[in-house]
């Protein structure tokens, strides 16, 4: 069975560690701070400026002066702090960032990433994604391992433009996590009931399978 | 120093046609809204905006956008906005998409004479066509130049005669690195409040960066997304 | 996210002989007392010292030199010090003297990942010599490089358990843009509580920034020219 | 007679106009603060982080974390403000500051000034004086026409290592104030009792003397 996106979540949240600064991006990525394990405290980054993400608000207590990078209403954590958008890509740009969680609509077993625009539809810009992706000390990206109709996104070449170039360390699919390495996609662990040869089906770029691949637990 | 306006018909006043305008705010959250009327009521138009983003339909800078007052857009993303999608396909609007972090550092610069500055975002991508590529330290990085406009219009929570403001959570954002980079300055503030009485440790844009100031009225501050437990 | 140590010593474990600091402060106002005190009694020696100062004979990083535990400094302003001078003159001291704006801004870009960036600061100077020179605008410009620092030592007036810190008036000076430019961050306060009791509006460095972060004890804060009405 | 320090830092203070944003360097130009005419209003900037420098404290009140460029402690004003040394000069850098006074031992008739470094004393550094010099809007400076033993350091060519090129606007001497044109220095004023023949004999770089010289009035 392919992971849901709460599961594609869960097994991400797990790459978690203690005294993280987490950067998560809209989407898929958003859920992760659901399943942050038990004694593991992290802070939540957030590109327009806030540091300490907490919950949604409880009804009625939404703020407009207090929003994340995907523009819905959140809370801020005790210790959190607010800054403004230089001094918060200054964080990112910097490596202050440990880790950075985004979606991706292709990614190529060199690490490069597509993931803000697909040509023919309507530009909507890259906002943050380029800065994020150039500038994170460690990238995972969170994506279905194919499209709808099939067709591989973990590739040797993305056939759409790009949000930055080998910049991707791991990939959590629906399918399997996956490391980049210098020589290409290592795959690490499959999902319940998914089989070592779908994977490799489903991978058009080059795919490492060293050893026995350890089926994920939930 | 006294740097305040009766309202935002007065601060906008030499606000032309085919001017460059920086407008503060990240999605509806801190956006000039009393300014941004002023400015629909004006009918001034040929603008450049350079702002995250362009508001929605009704919001923002989509009022503008409604009517026509805007020529070119450079923000980092604008996807909620369906007048603004109409327009763009239609070749009525130039769009230059900036990555958020560059666009938000090259408002800084702007402000703080910095006129170029390596960055690594958008290396290997459309973004890196056409500028300068350097190797710092092993990595590919681009040039990327500073901003300035004729106009920055910004929104703070709390701000004094002087100028000096406070921002209020996430409504930072673009806000202060912009007000640093006008020609001319306008702050619009929910609390307008005598010099001095803000702790002058706790001010987020000091009031030389400000050339004119009023106190704002009716603020919607409209959600985009309410997302709540 | 607790960061706290115990005290200065705890905090300046890992300094190893050789590395570079940053050291934060102006004169000696907002200089890291305690942190300078245990360098000095861990003996710890050949540093490079990024600092806008280098104290005074007997407080501040003159303390450093007195034990000739600094091989170079890098800084704007050196002249309050004799065995400074003295240990210059003999050769056992290497100086690197860089305009104040701009140090302050190559340890910012340090802390922002932006490796290099232009400024008009020492055009036509001896600062000028083997620099890049650029024209922008009609107005010559120097390539200056982002500084980074082993350690970063920071003086805040309140901070939290989470390392986000407040600096109190002009003791903010080059603490706010060094605590961002250290491989590591030390931060001594004057008053240390709990995360969540600072204002998030007010930080003036987000804990992101601080690894150690300790409450210092019996601060002197030495005025170096008292002037009085 | 030439001007006393006190004298040179008054007629500085009629150079200031109302809302004008000035930053004081070491010395005479510090005391321009004790002459700011009736009527304007400007505020003083600090480059080590401050604005609204206001007198110094009152007995028994100086406070070690409020001090000015030059160490001295200060007070602040209200609708002052505090920001780090990086913000400090970016306001500096960005032409935030709409005047800047500061000491010279020597200037050139192309604006050229040297202000820093005595070779073969002590080098003490730079400070901030690169950074006011080269990006200052409009920049007066304060200084004696000639050394102690009477050469001119009003000159054609600077002697001593420079602070910046072709930047300085104004002087103000003890004999005279001189605007720095395209083509030299141009006598503006004269200091009670000094002639025009006394300050072109003090004045080695090229001095243009147009009409009739008004002598200053104090």
Known sequence: MALTKEQIAQRIARELKNGYYVNLGIGIPTLVANYIPEGVEVVLQS????????????????????????????????GGSFFD????????????????????????????????????KMVKGMGG???????????????QHTSKDGQSKLLKECTLPLTGV??????????????????????????????VEDIQEATEGRLLIEGDIPEMQF | MNKVVKDAIEAIVGIEDGMTLMVGGFGLSGIP???????????????TCISNNAGVDDFGLGLLLQKRQIKKMISSYVGENAEFERQLLAG???????????????????????????????????????KEIRIFDGKPHLLEHAL????????????????????????NNFNQSMATAGKITIAEVEELVPAG??????????????????????YEKRIERITER
């Open chain 2, 92 to 130: 009525e609007l130039e769009v230059d998409l900036i990555p958020q972090g560059t666009l938000a550092e090259r408002c800084r610069a702007g402000g703080a004479g910095i006129p170029a500055f390596y960055v690594p975002a958008g290396y290997g991508t459309e973004v890196a066509e056409g």
């Open chain 2, 148 to 171: 300035i406009a004729d106009f920055a219009i910004v929104k703070a929570w709390k701000g004094d005669t002087h100028g000096n403001l406070i921002y209020r959570n996430t409504a």
């Open chain 2, 33 to 47: 809204e009393n300014s941004i009327t002023a400015l629909v009521n004006s009918g001034v138009k040929d603008l």
């Open chain 1, 85 to 120: 958008s230089s001094a918060s890509f200054g964080m990112i740009r910097g490596g202050h960032v440990d880790l950075t969680v985004l979606g991706a609509f292709e990614v190529t077993d060199k690490g490069d990433i597509a993931s803000w625009k697909i040509p023919g």
């Open chain 1, 47 to 78: 590109e327009n400026g806030m540091l300490g993400i907490g919950p949604f608000p409880l009804k009625g207590e939404a703020d407009p002066d207090l929003i994340n990078a995907g523009k819905q209403t959140v809370t801020v954590l005790p």
């Open chain 2, 197 to 218: 009485t803000l702790d002058p440790n706790q001010i987020h844009t000091p009031g030389i960066y400000i050339q004119r100031i009023f106190q704002g009225t009716d």
């Open chain 1, 129 to 143: 994604a380029m800065d994020l992706v150039a500038s994170a000390k460690n990238i995972i990206v969170a994506m």
């Open chain 1, 166 to 195: 080998a910049r991707v360390k791991k990939i959590v699919s629906d399918l399997a996590v996956i490391e980049v390495t210098d020589d290409g996609f290592r795959l690490l662990e499959r999902a319940p009931g998914v089989t």
